[in-house]
Protein backbone atom coordinates (compact mmCIF):
# COMPACT_ATOMS: atom_id res chain seq x y z
CA UNK A 1 0.00 0.00 0.00
CA UNK A 2 1.72 3.30 -0.90
CA UNK A 3 1.58 6.44 1.16
CA UNK A 4 -0.71 8.35 -1.12
CA UNK A 5 -3.44 5.55 -0.26
CA UNK A 6 -2.45 5.51 3.35
CA UNK A 7 -3.06 9.06 3.98
CA UNK A 8 -6.21 8.53 2.41
CA UNK A 9 -7.66 6.08 4.35
CA UNK A 10 -6.40 8.42 7.22
CA UNK A 11 -8.52 11.07 6.45
CA UNK A 12 -10.80 9.17 5.86
CA UNK A 13 -11.10 8.07 9.61
CA UNK A 14 -10.70 11.06 10.76
CA UNK A 15 -13.31 12.74 8.73
CA UNK A 16 -15.04 10.27 10.27
CA UNK A 17 -14.53 10.14 13.62
CA UNK A 18 -15.01 13.90 13.69
CA UNK A 19 -18.08 13.04 11.73
CA UNK A 20 -19.23 11.28 14.26
CA UNK A 21 -18.03 12.94 17.58
CA UNK A 22 -19.32 15.73 15.82
CA UNK A 23 -23.32 14.85 15.66
CA UNK A 24 -22.53 13.18 18.91
CA UNK A 25 -22.03 16.37 20.24
CA UNK A 26 -24.73 17.90 18.43
CA UNK A 27 -26.63 15.38 19.62
CA UNK A 28 -25.63 16.07 22.90
CA UNK A 29 -26.50 20.32 22.52
CA UNK A 30 -29.35 20.60 20.36
CA UNK A 31 -31.49 16.90 21.30
CA UNK A 32 -34.27 17.81 24.04
CA UNK A 33 -33.21 16.71 27.69
CA UNK A 34 -36.45 17.21 29.58
CA UNK A 35 -38.76 15.03 31.23
CA UNK A 36 -41.15 16.89 32.51
CA UNK A 37 -44.86 16.67 30.90
CA UNK A 38 -46.03 20.26 31.57
CA UNK A 39 -45.25 22.88 28.84
CA UNK A 40 -43.24 24.73 30.99
CA UNK A 41 -42.20 24.92 35.05
CA UNK A 42 -40.38 26.91 37.56
CA UNK A 43 -37.29 26.36 39.18
CA UNK A 44 -36.24 28.21 42.17
CA UNK A 45 -32.19 28.61 42.87
CA UNK A 46 -32.23 29.58 46.46
CA UNK A 47 -29.40 32.79 47.61
CA UNK A 48 -26.24 31.24 48.38
CA UNK A 49 -26.64 28.33 46.13
CA UNK A 50 -23.58 26.56 44.11
CA UNK A 51 -23.10 24.22 40.93
CA UNK A 52 -23.87 21.13 42.63
CA UNK A 53 -27.03 22.71 44.24
CA UNK A 54 -28.45 23.74 41.05
CA UNK A 55 -27.72 19.72 39.53
CA UNK A 56 -29.97 18.75 42.10
CA UNK A 57 -32.60 21.73 42.03
CA UNK A 58 -32.55 20.11 38.12
CA UNK A 59 -32.43 16.97 38.39
CA UNK A 60 -35.81 16.07 38.86
CA UNK A 61 -36.30 17.90 35.16
CA UNK A 62 -33.43 17.47 33.29
CA UNK A 63 -33.08 14.07 31.37
CA UNK A 64 -29.62 13.40 30.96
CA UNK A 65 -27.85 15.53 32.86
CA UNK A 66 -24.50 14.38 32.30
CA UNK A 67 -24.96 15.93 29.04
CA UNK A 68 -26.12 19.30 30.95
CA UNK A 69 -23.25 19.10 32.57
CA UNK A 70 -21.51 18.72 29.42
CA UNK A 71 -22.79 21.45 27.81
CA UNK A 72 -23.06 23.91 31.31
CA UNK A 73 -19.26 23.40 31.42
CA UNK A 74 -18.47 24.96 28.24
CA UNK A 75 -20.74 27.61 28.86
CA UNK A 76 -19.19 28.33 31.88
CA UNK A 77 -22.30 27.80 33.85
CA UNK A 78 -20.65 26.31 36.85
CA UNK A 79 -19.06 29.50 37.87
CA UNK A 80 -21.31 31.69 37.18
CA UNK A 81 -24.74 29.98 39.30
CA UNK A 82 -27.47 32.90 40.26
CA UNK A 83 -30.12 32.73 42.51
CA UNK A 84 -33.37 33.30 41.32
CA UNK A 85 -36.61 32.25 39.23
CA UNK A 86 -35.76 30.51 36.60
CA UNK A 87 -38.30 29.60 33.48
CA UNK A 88 -37.88 25.87 31.44
CA UNK A 89 -40.11 24.88 29.05
CA UNK A 90 -40.74 21.44 27.26
CA UNK A 91 -38.54 19.76 24.83
CA UNK A 92 -35.52 22.25 25.47
CA UNK A 93 -32.33 21.11 24.36
CA UNK A 94 -28.65 21.70 27.13
CA UNK A 95 -28.00 25.01 25.08
CA UNK A 96 -31.75 26.36 25.92
CA UNK A 97 -31.64 25.10 29.63
CA UNK A 98 -27.91 26.22 30.19
CA UNK A 99 -29.60 29.89 28.67
CA UNK A 100 -32.74 29.65 30.95
CA UNK A 101 -30.62 29.25 34.17
CA UNK A 102 -28.98 32.43 33.26
CA UNK A 103 -32.40 34.46 32.71
CA UNK A 104 -34.01 35.08 36.25
CA UNK A 105 -37.77 35.70 35.46
CA UNK A 106 -39.55 38.28 38.10
CA UNK A 107 -42.66 36.90 39.85
CA UNK A 108 -45.43 39.54 39.27
CA UNK A 109 -47.17 40.35 42.85
CA UNK A 110 -50.61 41.41 43.21
CA UNK A 111 -52.00 41.92 46.50
CA UNK A 112 -55.23 43.99 47.60
CA UNK A 113 -57.77 43.23 50.31
CA UNK A 114 -55.61 42.52 53.44
CA UNK A 115 -56.73 42.82 56.87
CA UNK A 116 -53.39 43.55 58.59
CA UNK A 117 -49.56 43.42 58.33
CA UNK A 118 -49.15 39.85 59.64
CA UNK A 119 -51.18 38.46 56.61
CA UNK A 120 -49.74 40.74 54.00
CA UNK A 121 -45.90 39.45 55.22
CA UNK A 122 -47.66 35.34 54.76
CA UNK A 123 -48.68 36.57 51.19
CA UNK A 124 -45.66 38.35 50.06
CA UNK A 125 -43.82 35.36 52.10
CA UNK A 126 -45.02 32.92 49.86
CA UNK A 127 -44.12 34.52 46.85
CA UNK A 128 -40.84 35.68 47.29
CA UNK A 129 -37.46 34.25 48.86
CA UNK A 130 -37.38 35.80 52.05
CA UNK A 131 -40.01 34.81 54.77
CA UNK A 132 -42.92 36.37 56.31
CA UNK A 133 -41.02 36.67 59.99
CA UNK A 134 -38.17 38.45 57.48
CA UNK A 135 -40.15 41.24 55.83
CA UNK A 136 -42.09 41.67 59.37
CA UNK A 137 -38.76 42.29 60.77
CA UNK A 138 -37.74 45.12 57.88
CA UNK A 139 -40.93 46.81 57.83
CA UNK A 140 -41.04 47.37 61.90
CA UNK A 141 -37.29 47.84 62.20
CA UNK A 142 -37.13 51.27 64.54
CA UNK A 143 -35.03 53.36 62.38
CA UNK A 144 -36.79 52.60 58.95
CA UNK A 145 -40.28 53.81 60.68
CA UNK A 146 -38.65 56.71 61.98
CA UNK A 147 -37.18 58.06 58.70
CA UNK A 148 -40.11 57.59 57.19
CA UNK A 149 -42.68 58.77 59.49
CA UNK A 150 -44.34 55.61 60.49
CA UNK A 151 -44.75 53.44 63.29
CA UNK A 152 -45.47 50.33 63.93
CA UNK A 153 -49.72 50.71 64.28
CA UNK A 154 -49.56 52.84 60.99
CA UNK A 155 -46.66 51.70 58.69
CA UNK A 156 -49.15 49.51 56.84
CA UNK A 157 -50.07 52.59 55.16
CA UNK A 158 -47.40 52.41 52.94
CA UNK A 159 -48.31 49.38 50.79
CA UNK A 160 -50.63 50.54 47.77
CA UNK A 161 -52.45 47.97 46.46
CA UNK A 162 -51.10 46.92 42.62
CA UNK A 163 -49.15 44.38 40.37
CA UNK A 164 -45.61 44.90 41.32
CA UNK A 165 -42.91 42.92 39.27
CA UNK A 166 -40.34 41.77 41.67
CA UNK A 167 -37.16 38.93 41.27
CA UNK A 168 -38.21 36.07 43.52
CA UNK A 169 -34.86 36.23 45.07
CA UNK A 170 -35.51 39.64 46.28
CA UNK A 171 -34.60 40.04 49.50
CA UNK A 172 -36.77 41.54 52.93
CA UNK A 173 -35.23 45.04 52.77
CA UNK A 174 -35.47 45.33 48.66
CA UNK A 175 -38.75 44.44 48.92
CA UNK A 176 -39.36 47.30 51.67
CA UNK A 177 -37.27 49.85 49.94
CA UNK A 178 -39.59 48.91 46.66
CA UNK A 179 -42.74 49.27 48.72
CA UNK A 180 -41.42 52.68 50.12
CA UNK A 181 -40.43 54.16 46.93
CA UNK A 182 -44.00 53.06 45.60
CA UNK A 183 -45.63 54.98 48.20
CA UNK A 184 -43.89 58.08 47.11
CA UNK A 185 -44.75 57.67 43.68
CA UNK A 186 -48.25 57.31 44.63
CA UNK A 187 -48.36 60.43 46.96
CA UNK A 188 -47.65 62.94 44.68
CA UNK A 189 -48.14 66.65 45.60
CA UNK A 190 -51.17 66.90 44.32
CA UNK A 191 -52.69 64.10 46.30
CA UNK A 192 -50.33 65.34 49.56
CA UNK A 193 -52.38 68.75 48.78
CA UNK A 194 -56.11 67.37 48.54
CA UNK A 195 -55.60 65.02 51.94
CA UNK A 196 -54.41 68.50 53.14
CA UNK A 197 -57.28 69.73 52.05
CA UNK A 198 -59.67 67.61 54.04
CA UNK A 199 -57.15 67.89 57.20
CA UNK A 200 -55.61 65.05 56.58
CA UNK A 201 -51.97 63.66 56.10
CA UNK A 202 -51.37 60.81 53.61
CA UNK A 203 -51.05 58.33 56.73
CA UNK A 204 -54.61 59.62 58.02
CA UNK A 205 -56.13 59.02 54.50
CA UNK A 206 -54.98 55.95 54.11
CA UNK A 207 -56.73 55.27 57.50
CA UNK A 208 -60.12 57.02 56.70
CA UNK A 209 -59.67 55.09 53.46
CA UNK A 210 -59.38 51.64 54.83
CA UNK A 211 -63.00 52.35 56.94
CA UNK A 212 -64.28 53.30 53.90
CA UNK A 213 -62.70 50.40 52.05
CA UNK A 214 -64.89 48.02 54.57
CA UNK A 215 -67.91 49.82 54.35
CA UNK A 216 -68.64 49.44 50.97
CA UNK A 217 -67.89 47.19 48.47
CA UNK A 218 -69.87 49.56 45.84
CA UNK A 219 -67.16 51.64 44.31
CA UNK A 220 -69.78 54.56 43.30
CA UNK A 221 -70.77 54.69 46.74
CA UNK A 222 -67.35 55.25 48.45
CA UNK A 223 -66.87 59.35 47.55
CA UNK A 224 -70.54 59.73 49.62
CA UNK A 225 -68.98 57.25 52.72
CA UNK A 226 -66.09 59.25 52.39
CA UNK A 227 -67.78 62.48 52.76
CA UNK A 228 -69.99 61.41 56.02
CA UNK A 229 -66.70 60.29 58.12
CA UNK A 230 -65.31 63.90 56.92
CA UNK A 231 -68.05 65.45 58.60
CA UNK A 232 -68.06 63.21 61.65
CA UNK A 233 -64.23 64.44 61.44
CA UNK A 234 -65.45 68.43 61.55
CA UNK A 235 -67.40 68.22 63.41
CA UNK A 236 -65.23 66.46 65.97
CA UNK A 237 -68.40 63.55 66.47
CA UNK A 238 -67.16 59.90 66.59
CA UNK A 239 -66.98 57.91 63.24
CA UNK A 240 -69.01 55.13 64.73
CA UNK A 241 -67.63 52.50 61.93
CA UNK A 242 -68.90 49.65 62.81
CA UNK A 243 -65.76 48.04 60.97
CA UNK A 244 -63.46 49.48 63.05
CA UNK A 245 -65.07 47.49 65.82
CA UNK A 246 -65.30 44.36 64.10
CA UNK A 247 -61.29 45.14 63.58
CA UNK A 248 -61.22 45.19 67.76
CA UNK A 249 -62.93 42.54 68.69
CA UNK A 250 -60.68 40.73 65.89
CA UNK A 251 -57.33 42.07 67.17
CA UNK A 252 -58.34 41.41 71.08
CA UNK A 253 -59.03 37.82 70.27
CA UNK A 254 -56.39 37.44 67.54
CA UNK A 255 -58.44 35.72 65.28
CA UNK A 256 -58.52 37.31 62.37
CA UNK A 257 -60.36 34.22 60.07
CA UNK A 258 -63.79 35.10 61.96
CA UNK A 259 -67.09 36.31 59.99
CA UNK A 260 -68.84 38.74 61.83
CA UNK A 261 -71.46 40.71 60.41
CA UNK A 262 -73.62 41.71 63.37
CA UNK A 263 -71.81 44.16 65.96
CA UNK A 264 -74.21 44.38 69.33
CA UNK A 265 -73.99 46.95 71.38
CA UNK A 266 -72.34 45.16 73.81
CA UNK A 267 -68.92 45.43 71.68
CA UNK A 268 -69.49 49.05 70.63
CA UNK A 269 -68.43 49.61 75.04
CA UNK A 270 -65.22 47.12 74.26
CA UNK A 271 -61.95 49.10 75.27
CA UNK A 272 -59.68 49.25 72.07
CA UNK A 273 -58.25 52.44 70.59
CA UNK A 274 -59.48 50.99 67.63
CA UNK A 275 -63.44 51.28 68.98
CA UNK A 276 -64.57 54.37 67.16
CA UNK A 277 -67.72 54.24 69.08
CA UNK A 278 -65.57 55.25 72.22
CA UNK A 279 -62.90 57.06 70.52
CA UNK A 280 -63.34 60.40 68.89
CA UNK A 281 -60.84 60.54 65.59
CA UNK A 282 -59.55 58.40 63.03
CA UNK A 283 -58.05 54.76 64.96
CA UNK A 284 -54.39 54.72 65.12
CA UNK A 285 -54.08 52.86 62.42
CA UNK A 286 -55.38 50.84 58.78
CA UNK A 287 -58.26 48.23 59.47
CA UNK A 288 -57.51 46.72 56.33
CA UNK A 289 -55.44 48.24 53.11
CA UNK A 290 -57.44 50.50 51.29
CA UNK A 291 -57.58 49.75 47.38
CA UNK A 292 -57.13 52.50 45.19
CA UNK A 293 -60.96 53.85 44.46
CA UNK A 294 -61.22 54.24 48.40
CA UNK A 295 -57.78 56.24 48.25
CA UNK A 296 -59.53 58.15 46.03
CA UNK A 297 -62.86 58.68 47.87
CA UNK A 298 -60.96 60.17 50.70
CA UNK A 299 -59.20 62.38 48.40
CA UNK A 300 -62.11 63.31 46.54
CA UNK A 301 -65.27 62.78 48.92
CA UNK A 302 -68.65 63.68 47.94
CA UNK A 303 -70.12 67.19 49.20
CA UNK A 304 -73.35 66.72 51.47
CA UNK A 305 -74.58 67.17 54.59
CA UNK A 306 -75.25 63.61 55.60
CA UNK A 307 -74.38 62.59 59.32
CA UNK A 308 -75.50 59.32 59.29
CA UNK A 309 -76.02 55.86 57.38
CA UNK A 310 -76.87 52.37 57.67
CA UNK A 311 -77.20 49.05 55.15
CA UNK A 312 -80.03 49.33 52.60
CA UNK A 313 -82.33 46.64 52.34
CA UNK A 314 -83.78 47.48 49.14
CA UNK A 315 -80.50 48.01 47.62
CA UNK A 316 -78.29 45.05 48.90
CA UNK A 317 -74.97 46.82 48.98
CA UNK A 318 -75.54 50.08 48.98
CA UNK A 319 -76.65 52.30 52.11
CA UNK A 320 -79.37 54.98 53.04
CA UNK A 321 -78.17 58.41 54.11
CA UNK A 322 -79.62 60.85 56.66
CA UNK A 323 -78.84 64.36 57.54
CA UNK A 324 -80.91 63.68 60.94
CA UNK A 325 -80.85 61.64 64.18
CA UNK A 326 -84.96 60.87 63.32
CA UNK A 327 -84.14 59.66 59.61
CA UNK A 328 -81.62 57.62 60.69
CA UNK A 329 -83.38 55.89 63.28
CA UNK A 330 -85.88 54.81 60.79
CA UNK A 331 -83.76 53.60 58.65
CA UNK A 332 -81.78 51.37 61.20
CA UNK A 333 -84.96 49.87 62.30
CA UNK A 334 -85.72 48.75 59.15
CA UNK A 335 -82.33 47.29 58.62
CA UNK A 336 -82.40 45.81 62.11
CA UNK A 337 -85.73 44.12 62.02
CA UNK A 338 -84.97 43.05 58.73
CA UNK A 339 -81.48 41.48 59.83
CA UNK A 340 -83.39 39.92 62.75
CA UNK A 341 -85.69 38.38 60.22
CA UNK A 342 -82.89 36.62 58.76
CA UNK A 343 -81.65 35.02 61.34
CA UNK A 344 -78.45 36.18 61.71
CA UNK A 345 -76.84 35.96 65.19
CA UNK A 346 -72.81 37.15 64.31
Given at each position: ?301 EKNDYIYFCASIDRFGYHEFASTLAQHNVNAKKYSDWINSQGVVR
Open positions: MNIKKIITISAVIVISVLMVYGFILINQIFSANTKFPEKEVYVYVPTGSDYEDVKKILEPYVKDLQNFEMVANKRNYPENVKPGRFLLTKDMNNMDLVRAMRSNVPVKLAFNNQERLENFAGRIGSQIEADSLTLLTAFKDPEFLKENGFNEENVFAMFIPNTYEVYWNTSALKFRDKMIKEYHNFWTDERIAKAKVQGLTPVEATILASIVHKESVKKDERPRIAGVYLNRLRLEMPLQADPTVIYAIKKKTNNFDQVIKRVFYKDLTMSSPYNTYMNTGLPPGPIAMPDITALEAVLNP
